[in-house]
């Protein structure tokens, strides 16, 4: 009988462990990497920008932000920033790195400028690819950032930058709205509580050329992504061109307003199978153009209806 008993107690504790492992939730890891600004004015702006992301980011559930700032933002402290995170990190975690400040381009090499060595996308492409996580996300909002772009494209790995080539060198604007899509309710366009990465970028770029047109200026940045490890991004992902459907999956905040902090594992678990009903509604779109349009429309009304429901419960 002590024997039974034994063995029952280690695999009840086992299944409890067991249990346990597979509720918890996927974590986020953001980092923010503010490098130099060369003058003190741009040093003030790029280390403002990076603690107004850090601040938006923080709000988000499971959110593990880390802020490399000034002195901090060197290369040494990002390889050991990464390093330490490839560590942590799960595959079915996400992951995000936010890059602020000038970069340069020689015509070979891209490189953000850092206290000390400057670090070139070569280099950071290798560190991030010794991130287990599986969804990653870069978004270069440094100038010249273009050029890093077929660098760092890889399967699973959405991929941004302010500038559309390693040509254009002006400190872009690009930073200052993908923070304000954070918080400003008009970047969540779908109206469902959260702002997706292809939101944000959406937002940031629509932001950017209205403050050049507004200004009477000539646009000196003009921003692109990709998301299907295409070294050739796109200024306006779409189903046309196959890009957007991952970006549109990275959320990067979850229900924001008082209202919205959902923290009872069932309201978690309605939450979730509402992203994935809207990822499967995105998926369906890119899809339709194989599909016959009736069949098309039979999934994509069972889907909607679902959504419908799923919604209703949350709201209960």
Same mark, same amino acid.
């Given at each position: 009988?002590?024997?039974?008993?034994?063995?029952?107690?280690?695999?009840?504790?086992?299944?409890?462990?067991?249990?346990?492992?597979?509720?918890?939730?996927?974590?986020?890891?953001?980092v923010t990497v503010a490098g130099l600004g060369g003058e003190p004015e741009y040093d003030?702006?790029?280390?403002?920008?990076?603690?107004?992301?850090?601040?938006?980011?923080?709000?988000?559930?499971?959110?593990?932000?880390?802020?490399?700032?000034?002195?901090?933002?060197?290369?040494?402290?990002?390889?050991?920033?990464?390093?330490?995170?490839?560590?942590?990190?799960?595959?079915?975690?996400?992951?995000?790195?936010?890059?602020?400040?000038?970069?340069?381009?020689?015509?070979t090499d891209y490189k953000i400028n850092l206290p000390g060595p400057d670090m070139t996308?070569?280099?950071?492409?290798?560190?991030?690819?010794?991130?287990?996580?599986?969804?990653?996300?870069?978004?270069?909002?440094?100038?010249?950032?273009?050029?890093?772009?077929?660098?760092?494209?890889?399967?699973?790995?959405?991929?941004?930058?302010?500038?559309?080539?390693?040509?254009?060198?002006?400190?872009?604007?690009?930073?200052?709205?993908?923070?304000?899509?954070?918080?400003?309710?008009?970047?969540?366009?779908?109206?469902? /509580?959260?702002?997706?990465? %292809? #939101? $944000?970028?959406?937002?940031?770029?629509?932001?950017?050329? =209205?403050?050049? @047109? *507004?200004?009477?200026?000539?646009?000196?940045?003009?921003?692109?992504?990709?998301?299907?490890?295409?070294?050739?991004?796109?200024?306006?992902?779409?189903?046309?061109?196959?890009?957007?459907?991952?970006?549109?999956?990275?959320?990067?905040?979850?229900?924001?307003?008082?209202?919205?902090?959902?923290?009872?594992?069932?309201?978690?678990?309605?939450? /979730?199978?509402?992203?994935? %009903? #809207? $990822?499967?509604?995105?998926?369906?779109?890119?899809?339709? =153009?194989?599909? @016959? *349009?009736?069949?098309?429309?039979?999934?994509?009304?069972?889907?909607?209806?679902?959504?419908?429901?799923?919604?209703?419960?949350?709201?209960?």
């Amino acid at each position: 009988m002590a024997l039974a008993e034994t063995v029952g107690r280690g695999m009840k504790a086992c299944l409890i462990l067991l249990l346990t492992c597979v509720s918890l939730p996927a974590a986020n890891y953001f980092v923010t990497v503010a490098g130099l600004g060369g003058e003190p004015e741009y040093d003030t702006q790029f280390a403002k920008w990076a603690q107004d992301l850090e601040r938006e980011l923080k709000t988000g559930p499971d959110a593990r932000v880390i802020t490399l700032s000034g002195a901090a933002a060197s290369k040494r402290q990002i390889e050991q920033t990464i390093n330490t995170l490839a560590g942590e990190a799960a595959a079915s975690d996400t992951f995000a790195l936010f890059l602020i400040g000038h970069g340069t381009f020689d015509g070979t090499d891209y490189k953000i400028n850092l206290p000390g060595p400057d670090m070139t996308a070569d280099e950071l492409a290798k560190l991030l690819n010794r991130i287990p996580a599986k969804r990653q996300l870069v978004v270069n909002m440094t100038s010249c950032s273009g050029a890093s772009l077929p660098i760092l494209a890889k399967k699973d790995r959405v991929v941004m930058a302010a500038t559309k080539s390693g040509t254009e060198k002006n400190a872009p604007v690009f930073a200052r709205y993908w923070v304000d899509a954070l918080h400003d309710p008009g970047a969540d366009t779908d109206k469902n /509580g959260s702002v997706s990465a %292809l #939101e $944000a970028f959406r937002y940031a770029d629509r932001k950017t050329t =209205a403050y050049f @047109e *507004e200004e009477k200026l000539l646009a000196t940045e003009h921003a692109l992504m990709t998301d299907t490890a295409s070294t050739t991004g796109v200024r306006d992902p779409k189903p046309e061109n196959g890009q957007g459907l991952l970006a549109a999956s990275f959320i990067l905040i979850r229900q924001r307003g008082d209202g919205a902090r959902i923290v009872l594992p069932e309201k978690q678990r309605l939450v /979730g199978k509402k992203e994935e %009903l #809207e $990822a499967k509604i995105d998926r369906l779109k890119y899809e339709k =153009a194989a599909m @016959e *349009e009736t069949e098309y429309k039979r999934q994509l009304t069972a889907l909607l209806l679902e959504l419908a429901r799923t919604q209703a419960e949350i709201d209960r």
